[in-house]
């Protein structure tokens, strides 16, 4: 089982975003990623006339130890990583002190992120899978800091702040489940503007070789416990400070709303549509729910709003009304496999200081070990 989700998993998102590249350099015994080399012939079609001096190449597949990424070439960010965790992967002698960022030689030297891109400009280096999920070895922590495992992160209030805690709530489902895939990426959504939606985002680094800097993040987590028990969720934050008081909630977002923004699909043999109608519905109420409280406790959840999704045509407008409440979502789909995950571990962020160690001593004074951008 685990195989046949992680297979499906990163050949579902392929679809979306590396499909050129997997086609076809499955065919290839070259691993480095980018634009530069000849591309054999689609299997088949060798004949056809476009072929005769190779396809344009563009996005890239990395493998590493425990996760998988896909490259934006263009972006010169990850476009998704795929990690599969288990309890036993979380603990091991990796540490950070020991870790170092490197540029990854596997892509390009003109399409890959550079170390240079980040320096003085006050983003954080944002791990997509975190360092904390690969304690397994040092060699396992010491590729989550291969810049291909990296985008631009606001730092005060979100990657030191509410998104470490998120992926410490992500880390804790594996003593619920024994199997958890989790999906990372950024985003790029627009905003209305006064003639219509507007896509603004910052870039760092030197024209024409630029970093974007996402608007948004997202997480989808699949989680597992044998063939008893299967739990499903995606999440949408805004790069952007949140508060910390902020329900976690309040950021899930509709599957399919969040590939049809990402143009991924992710699970594909697992999740068939009636699956993703019921995931969506508990999404949107869980959503509702969230968002309820933070209007009650008078919250703002940052500079942009938690995310630009709006629900999935394939709900019907009543249905989404009802979702506030929850009521008649619960009826329909209560009991579903896969169940929303917040159904089955309430979406609750630990504390804001969960990194100290309990009661006094050296370990109160820890700080939260996180990746900002160098300033020389």
């Not at 998704?80 to 020991?98: A, F, N, Q």
């Not at 983003?123 to 810049?147: C, I, V, W």
């Not at 003593?175 to 985002?201: A, C, Q």
Request: glycine share 10%.
């Amino acid at each position: 089982m685990a195989s046949r989700l992680a297979i499906g998993a990163v050949a579902g998102a392929a679809v979306g975003g590396a499909l050129t590249f997997v086609v076809v350099r499955r065919h290839q015994a070259r691993s480095s990623v980018g634009p530069g080399s000849t591309p054999s012939p689609l299997p088949g079609h060798a004949s056809h006339p476009c072929l005769k001096h190779g396809l344009p190449m563009s996005d890239g597949i990395r493998m590493y130890t425990n996760f998988i990424a896909s490259i934006d070439t263009r972006l010169r960010n990850p476009k998704w990583v795929i990690e599969h965790l288990t309890r036993s992967k979380l603990k091991g002698d990796g540490t950070r002190s020991s870790s170092q960022f490197t540029e990854d030689a596997g892509v390009g030297a003109r399409f890959r992120a550079k170390l240079s891109d980040y320096r003085g400009t006050g983003y954080d280096r944002g791990h997509m899978a975190p360092a904390s999920n690969h304690k397994e070895s040092q060699g396992s922590m010491d590729e989550t800091f291969s810049l291909s495992n990296i985008a631009p992160q606001v730092g005060g209030g979100f990657n030191r702040d509410y998104w470490a805690r998120f992926e410490r709530f992500v880390q804790d489902t594996t003593k619920s489940f024994d199997d958890v895939w989790v999906v990372t990426g950024p985003l790029y959504i627009p905003r209305p503007g006064p003639s219509g939606w507007v896509l603004e985002h910052p870039m760092l680094g030197q024209p024409p070789q630029m970093v974007a800097v996402p608007t948004h993040f997202f997480k989808v987590v699949l989680a597992e416990q044998g063939d008893a028990s299967t739990a499903v969720a995606a999440f949408v934050m805004p790069n952007s400070a949140i508060p910390a008081e902020y329900p976690l909630s309040a950021f899930s977002v509709p599957l399919t709303s969040l590939e049809e923004v990402s143009g991924l699909t992710f699970f594909p043999s697992l999740l068939d549509d009636a699956r993703r109608m019921g995931l969506d519905a508990a999404a949107l109420r869980w959503q509702a729910l969230g968002r309820a409280d933070a209007q009650r406790a008078r919250l703002a959840p940052g500079a942009s709003p938690p995310a630009l999704l709006p629900p999935p045509p394939s709900l019907p407008g009543n249905a989404v009304v009802k979702s506030a409440v929850g009521a008649a979502v619960t009826a329909v789909f209560q009991g579903s496999n896969p169940a929303h995950l917040c159904d089955k571990l309430q979406c609750r962020l630990p504390a804001e200081d969960f990194w100290k160690g309990p009661g006094g001593g050296a370990s109160r004074d820890r700080k939260l070990q996180r990746s900002q951008s160098a300033k020389f």
